[in-house]
Nanobody, 124 residues
Framework: QVQLVESGGGLVQAGGSLRLSCAAS????????MAWFRQTPGKEREFVAR????????DVADSVKGRFTISRDGAKNTVYLQMNSLKPEDTAVYYC?????????????????WGQGTQVTVSS
């Protein structure tokens, strides 16, 4: 079983930055592909970014490309989402997700494990 705990959310003004962290339990963290999704009330969960288990391949949604960066630290069992030039439309609950080894869920929501979410609010 894998547990994911997000942190780093909060209130920030438009144009500001935040870094989200997702700490994972489990000795096999390095074999999991990881992703970030976000959701606002009344809307479907939206793909934000994904990183392969090795960290060599990343994928970022067009809506955040050039502003958000996903990375991972195997030694700390943590994946990060660096968010720069934030906009009010980035306001959402951000979720961390993990694929079990051998899976590649890509941009869809078929990830095996999910965190509880962290709120990001961007004021105009």
């Amino acid at each position: 079983q894998v547990q994911l705990v997000e942190s780093g959310g909060g209130l920030v003004q438009a144009g500001g930055s935040l870094r989200l962290s997702c700490a994972a339990s489990g000795r096999t963290f390095r074999t999991y592909a990881m992703a970030w999704f976000r959701q606002t009330p009344g809307k479907e969960r939206e793909f934000v970014a994904r990183i392969s288990w090795s960290g060599t391949n990343t994928d970022v949604a067009d809506s955040v490309k050039g502003r958000f960066t996903i990375s991972r630290d195997g030694a700390k069992n943590t994946v990060y989402l660096q968010m720069n030039s934030l906009k009010p439309e980035d306001t959402a609950v951000y979720y961390c997700a993990a694929d079990r080894p051998g899976r590649d869920s890509g941009r869809n929501e078929a990830y095996d494990y999910w965190g509880q979410g962290t709120q990001v609010t961007v004021s105009s």
